[in-house]
């Protein structure tokens, strides 16, 4: 049933599509453009209208015959539309502290930095604060190691050993 409501489709879209395309001997072919123009606007055709792209400043419009009038509408511009909202991420990452952190994947490579000379002074020691978190991380770390150890023991028991008339 579906792949016959998909043929109709692609029926009627082929039909539709050659009855939009006139006929060879319809119209005559067009001169071939002068050698070093290009045009100013390319057109392509579109289901529902026409794609015309402005070649010289790179816009796109959507043009479409509406009660016999042909109009033009611009088309947003997605690039510049997500590289205005990285930059609206990224300032609201600086402005909460955690943009040093973060590389910036959407610049420009930058060189590696070089590695540290052999006779340069050993990193400094951590600081306290850096010592206490590393000291609660290692906590959290065993407690939930504990946790997760104990929850599999207790499937095992179940699993070895499962409720007589009980339904799980």
Same mark, same amino acid.
């Given at each position: 049933?579906?792949?016959?409501?998909?043929?109709?489709?692609?029926?009627?879209?082929? /039909?539709?599509?050659?009855? @939009?395309?006139?006929?060879?001997?319809?119209?005559?072919?067009?001169?071939?453009?002068?050698?070093?123009?290009?045009?100013?606007?390319?057109?392509?055709?579109?289901?529902? *209208?026409?794609?015309?792209?402005?070649?010289?400043?790179?816009?796109?419009?959507?043009?479409?015959?509406?009660?016999?009038?042909?109009?033009? #509408?611009?088309?947003?511009?997605?690039?510049? @539309?997500?590289?205005?909202? /990285?930059?609206?991420?990224?300032?609201?990452?600086?402005?909460?502290?955690?943009?040093?952190?973060?590389?910036? /994947?959407?610049?420009?490579?930058?060189?590696?930095?070089?590695?540290?000379?052999?006779?340069?002074?050993?990193?400094?020691?951590?600081?306290?604060?850096?010592?206490?978190?590393?000291?609660?991380?290692? #906590?959290?770390?065993?407690?939930?190691? @504990?946790?997760?150890?104990?929850?599999?023991?207790?499937? #095992?028991?179940?699993?070895?050993?499962?409720?007589? *008339?009980?339904?799980?």
């Amino acid at each position: 049933m579906l792949r016959l409501a998909l043929f109709a489709l692609m029926a009627l879209t082929l /039909i539709t599509a050659a009855r @939009a395309q006139p006929a060879a001997s319809d119209t005559p072919p067009s001169p071939p453009p002068a050698v070093g123009t290009a045009p100013h606007f390319t057109m392509q055709p579109v289901e529902g *209208g026409v794609l015309r792209l402005d070649t010289r400043s790179g816009t796109m419009s959507f043009c479409a015959s509406r009660s016999g009038v042909w109009r033009c #509408e611009a088309m947003p511009d997605e690039r510049a @539309a997500l590289e205005a909202e /990285i930059t609206r991420l990224r300032d609201r990452l600086a402005a909460a502290g955690g943009g040093a952190g973060v590389p910036d /994947i959407a610049g420009p490579p930058r060189a590696p930095s070089p590695d540290p000379a052999p006779n340069a002074a050993p990193p400094a020691p951590p600081d306290d604060a850096q010592r206490r978190f590393d000291g609660a991380m290692d #906590e959290a770390m065993r407690k939930a190691e @504990a946790m997760f150890r104990r929850f599999y023991e207790m499937m #095992e028991r179940l699993r070895s050993d499962p409720p007589q *008339g009980d339904k799980l």
